[in-house]
């Protein structure tokens, strides 16, 4: 590949890494990416100021730097990102949203949202020329701890507003999918989740599905997770008959809303006996159903690749590599799906083919003499375009190394 194509992807996808999986204060088709000019590197600068983050091909060298950046997303027609900084006064968080149009490099700014706390980049969903997302922010002064809102970003014209803000619990209801091009939204309250359908030419909602939860009894249904492809929708939710009685059940259903299977997965839970009803009911953090290929993972310690069926579990992944995320993807990646070691000297890295069902492993290692220090902290996919995270794994040392990002491809990660 040349390098100035590396520099343009790297315009693109700088950033997606620039943390974790959440943007968060603590104090299309994949291949289809959008051509920037080289003018796009200072543009990117976030108005907070802050060191640059730097992006490396695999050979160490400089490709991309930019001020400090929240996590981006591609688009056919151009790039979103969002930056977090603080306000004048310095009380509060401030999330703003801004699209670059790839035809003219104009950079507009959708919006903001003040009292910021977070926002899941797995939360994105982009139907058409809208890109939405879930941002919680600080409750309000009727003891509200804190308030969801689903965001509607109109890429196209150039503005951001709210599609809905109330109360909320917990982070983790921030559940966003799709069906049909429709968007699809969890959403939470006390008798329970359910399952919204957004109708966009009508600006109204419509619900589909409804889990009831009684907190007194702890009993009932409740939404862990949603995932939409080939015209079929899987719905990830608990069961639960007291604190000891949950089952993990993935139903599956046409666009059309009619079930067509349903099924326990609760043995993909990484525990037994009594923390298994811990396990199956923790939040998750990713899962999909691909030609009968199942990957869950949870933000506790359950990870799991392969097929579930009437004769138990059938792993993909050698005994031992239970501490493996995948790698971040925004929208449909295509057959090939990217998996890595989590804290790991081998860096290891699967790269599975979601037709075939073929597993491959590799490693990366990068970092110059240093190498052998880092350790794969994160990984974002888009198509065969990869960023890889790379952190220190000596921990806090007094001559520990700053962290680093790579742009790579796929086929860069099967000739290492």
Request: proline share 2%; charged share 25%; net charge negative.
């Amino acid at each position: 590949m040349m390098r100035a194509s590396a520099f343009i992807i790297a315009v693109l996808l700088s950033a997606a890494l620039c943390g974790c999986s959440e943007n968060e204060d603590k104090s299309g088709a994949a291949d289809a990416a959008p051509i920037v000019g080289e003018g796009a590197a200072a543009s990117l600068a976030d108005d907070g100021g802050g060191s640059p983050d730097e992006l490396y091909d695999s050979n160490d060298e400089v490709i991309f730097s930019a001020e400090n950046i929240g996590v981006m997303s591609l688009t056919d027609k151009g790039l979103f990102y969002s930056s977090v900084s603080g306000s004048a006064d310095g009380s509060q968080k401030i999330f703003t949203c801004r699209f670059r149009d790839s035809d003219s490099g104009k950079i507009t700014e959708l919006g903001t949202i003040g009292n910021f706390l977070n926002e899941s980049s797995h939360s994105r969903v982009l139907i058409g020329d809208h890109l939405y997302t879930v941002v919680n922010t600080r409750g309000n002064d009727d003891g509200a701890k804190m308030i969801y809102n689903l965001i509607d970003c109109d890429l196209k014209n150039g503005t951001m507003r709210t599609l809905v803000s109330e109360p909320v619990s917990s982070p983790y209801f921030n559940i966003l999918g799709h069906l049909d091009g429709d968007l699809l939204a969890v959403r939470s309250d006390d008798a329970g989740t359910r399952i919204d359908r957004y109708d966009a030419e009508s600006d109204s909602f419509e619900t589909l599905l409804k889990y009831q939860f009684d907190n007194d009894a702890i009993a009932g249904g409740s939404i862990r997770g949603l995932y939409g492809g080939n015209d079929m929708l899987f719905v990830l939710w608990v069961e639960m008959n007291g604190e000891d009685d949950v089952k993990l059940l993935l139903d599956s259903y046409d666009k059309s809303m009619s079930l067509v299977s349903s099924e326990d997965i609760s043995a993909v839970c990484s525990a037994s006996g009594e923390e298994m009803s811990v396990e199956c009911r923790q939040p998750v953090m990713d899962f999909f159903d691909i030609n009968g290929i199942l990957y869950y993972a949870n933000r506790s310690i359950s990870r799991f690749l392969g097929k579930v069926g009437k004769n138990g579990t059938e792993p993909m992944m050698e005994s031992g590599c239970e501490e493996f995320n995948s790698a971040e993807a925004v929208s449909d990646v295509g057959s090939l799906k990217l998996f890595y070691k989590t804290v790991s000297e081998d860096n290891t890295v699967y790269i599975l083919n979601t037709e075939t069902g073929e597993l491959k492993e590799t490693a990366f290692f990068a970092g110059g003499e240093n190498k052998e220090k880092y350790y794969i902290a994160g990984m974002f996919q888009y198509g065969d375009n990869v960023l890889i995270q790379m952190e220190d794994i000596r921990g806090n040392v007094p001559d520990m190394l700053e962290p680093k990002r790579y742009y790579v491809k796929i086929d860069d990660l099967l000739k290492q």
